[in-house]
């Protein structure tokens, strides 16, 4: 049985997100610093999972922990593990689990896909630079966009 999911990006000051998932009756909070390329690691990470990767991860650095996103797939069913480590150097295993969850690869695609999709309206992408300091990730957005289509157009019934 899988998870729906529910993620929600915000830029609250310079250089600064939160990031929210909801996944499996879980609610956990995260944050990322524009030190490290974090929506774009998402994004290609989600893609690489879509395209048949089996196993993927993100990592978003909040100087000095981090929150670590770790992919799993098997078919068109995926995994999520989310753990906060003190150090974004730490190994797995010296991180907090705050969430794991069953997805379908679809369904994690699309809520991808919609919580960068709302932020380019929420900031629009010159608003997006002036909070986050670096530029959208519309590449990274549209890259997930086609794979997911495409998987979308290869495993529907």
């Given at each position: ?69 770790i992919f799993y797939r098997q078919g068109d069913d ?80």
């Amino acid at each position: 049985m899988t998870t729906d999911i529910r993620i929600t990006w915000t830029l609250p000051g310079s250089g600064w997100a939160d990031c929210k998932v909801e996944a499996a009756a879980t609610v956990v909070e995260l944050t990322a610093s524009y030190i490290s390329a974090a929506p774009e690691d998402l994004l290609t990470a989600v893609a690489r999972l879509v395209t048949g990767e089996t196993k993927t991860r993100a990592q978003f650095e909040a100087e000095p922990a981090a929150f670590r996103w770790i992919f799993y797939r098997q078919g068109d069913d995926a995994w999520l593990r989310i753990l906060e480590l003190r150090h974004g150097r730490d190994h797995d295993n010296r991180g907090t689990e705050l969430c794991s969850c069953p997805l379908s690869v679809d369904g994690l695609a699309r809520a991808v896909i919609r919580c960068f999709d709302q932020v380019a309206t929420t900031y629009g992408e010159s608003g997006y630079y002036g909070k986050w300091d670096r530029h959208f990730p519309r590449l990274e957005l549209e890259a997930l966009r086609r794979v997911w289509r495409t998987y979308r157009s290869t495993n529907a019934s």
